[in-house]
């Protein structure tokens, strides 16, 4: 992946930008904070995901994580249900139904996509909350680019 650029508001340039788990943690761990959320990341992938799909299955990343924020609290994901082998579908969508229990160990604020059953969490992460969109003075059409993690 080419470095992440990012607009003049702090938001990753629109788009789906993909990357391996090792660079993404060389090009946004420029701090230990951020550090500290990739290894649980890390963790959330080697414990969870892996044992769920068997292999790393399509995982979007938003949230100020994917921002130039220098604190980020955590790290929003999106799980692409559709794009899963058929076999893995159901073990990646409850995984989901544990999403309340995964926030507290890993910091990952987990959601799922699934055009097929009408979940578009997909756009919906690319949006930006009119909170800030008011003040930073954007228009209600601008958006934000995601991470894929290849």
């Known amino acids: 992946m080419a470095p992440p650029r990012f607009d003049p508001h702090g938001y990753l340039e629109a788009g789906i930008h993909r990357c391996t788990?090792?660079?993404?943690?060389?090009?946004f761990g420029w701090n230990a904070c951020r550090r500290r959320l990739?290894?649980?990341?890390?963790?959330?992938v080697e414990n969870e995901l892996m044992q769920a799909a068997g292999q790393l299955p399509p995982l979007v990343l938003?949230?100020?994580?994917?921002?130039r924020h220098e604190s980020p609290a955590e790290i929003v994901a999106v799980l692409l249900l559709d794009?899963?082998?058929?076999?893995?579908?159901?073990d990646g969508a409850d995984l989901y139904t544990s999403h309340k229990t995964?926030?507290?160990?890993y910091q990952i604020r987990l959601y799922v996509h699934s055009a097929f059953y009408g979940m578009d969490a997909l756009s919906r992460v690319q949006v930006i909350d009119i909170v800030e969109l008011l003040e930073k003075?954007?228009?209600?059409?601008?958006?934000?680019?995601?991470?894929r993690l290849n």
Request: glycine letters at 6%; proline letters at 2%.
């Open 137 to 147: 003075g954007l228009d209600a059409k601008h958006i934000k680019g995601v991470v």
């Open 21 to 27: 788990l090792e660079e993404l943690e060389e090009l």
């Open 83 to 90: 794009e899963i082998a058929a076999e893995s579908f159901w």
């Open 62 to 67: 938003d949230g100020t994580f994917v921002t």
């Open 102 to 105: 995964l926030h507290p160990r």
């Open 38 to 44: 990739l290894a649980q990341l890390r963790r959330f």
